[in-house]
């Protein structure tokens, strides 16, 4: 079993890899800290790799009944973490509800972080029609949820991870997990204003694969934070590199 620490009130297992600067990765939806492993293998002799489970995901724990959380709960629990394990002040990268943890950690805990790189951040409000493109995805979820379960609406959501079975695997292996953090999404009260009040290195990424809302909202907030980087079709593992110096 991986080592785990209390975080805001449950226990969040995690995996460090290498030494020096401590770097946090933060899974997005449907997933778990395995999706780390290629930056992993990558980065593990130039720094000080940690990859968690966010709660309810792999080998961490979750309240019972797990039915909501909050990017700010998500955000508690990886500044318990940070604490913990005294890996601060540290670059940390998030992936979609991953991203806003980390952007929620600068907002509100500005000396646990020295630099963010943030993947396909959902900052829908930023974008204009984005409830209507949100509103045919929940529709598709529940179609799915009615035809096959939670399962099933899980893997509409993913996509199928390309064909990626160790993806789709850890993708339907959390439901519950899911479905909190889908909920979960809009929970973030941030305004513009307050996102250019943000004062940290901080890169946007996208994939080549990215949607056009992903897209839309990664600009939006690229051009908002002051001097931040936008960069597109560029590996984790290479965006964190950069960042690393």
Not at 69 to 88: G, I, K, N, P, Y
Not at 95 to 117: E, Q
Not at 215 to 241: I, K, T, Y
Request: aromatic residues 4%; charged residues 25%.
């Amino acid at each position: 079993m991986p080592p785990t620490v209390e975080a805001a009130g449950v226990r969040l297992a995690y995996g460090e890899r290498g030494e020096g600067q401590p770097v946090l990765l933060v899974h997005g939806m449907a997933d778990d800290a395995g999706c780390w492993d290629d930056v992993l293998d990558a980065l593990g002799a130039s720094a000080r790799l940690i990859a968690y489970d966010r709660r309810g995901y792999g080998a961490s724990g979750a309240p019972d009944p797990y039915e909501r959380t909050t990017v700010q709960e998500q955000a508690e629990d990886a500044a318990a973490l940070l604490h913990a394990l005294s890996a601060t002040p540290a670059l940390v990268c998030g992936r979609d509800l991953g991203a806003l943890v980390c952007l929620d950690l600068i907002r509100r805990h500005r000396g646990l972080v020295r630099a963010a790189v943030v993947i396909e951040p959902p900052l829908y409000p930023l974008v204009a029609g984005a409830n209507e493109a949100l509103a045919g995805e929940r529709l598709r979820l529940e179609e799915a949820l009615r035809r096959g379960g939670a399962a099933a609406a899980v893997r509409e959501f993913v996509g199928g991870a390309g064909g990626d079975e160790r993806r789709l695997a850890r993708a339907v292996a959390a439901p519950a997990a899911f479905f909190a953090d889908y909920g979960g999404l809009a929970s973030w009260p941030v305004s513009r204003r307050e996102l250019r009040r943000l004062e940290v290195p901080l890169t946007v990424l996208t994939a080549a694969d990215s949607s056009a809302l992903a897209l839309q909202a990664a600009d939006a907030l690229a051009e908002l934070v002051p001097g931040a980087r936008r960069a597109h079709g560029r590996s984790p593992a290479e965006a964190l590199a950069e960042r690393l110096g």
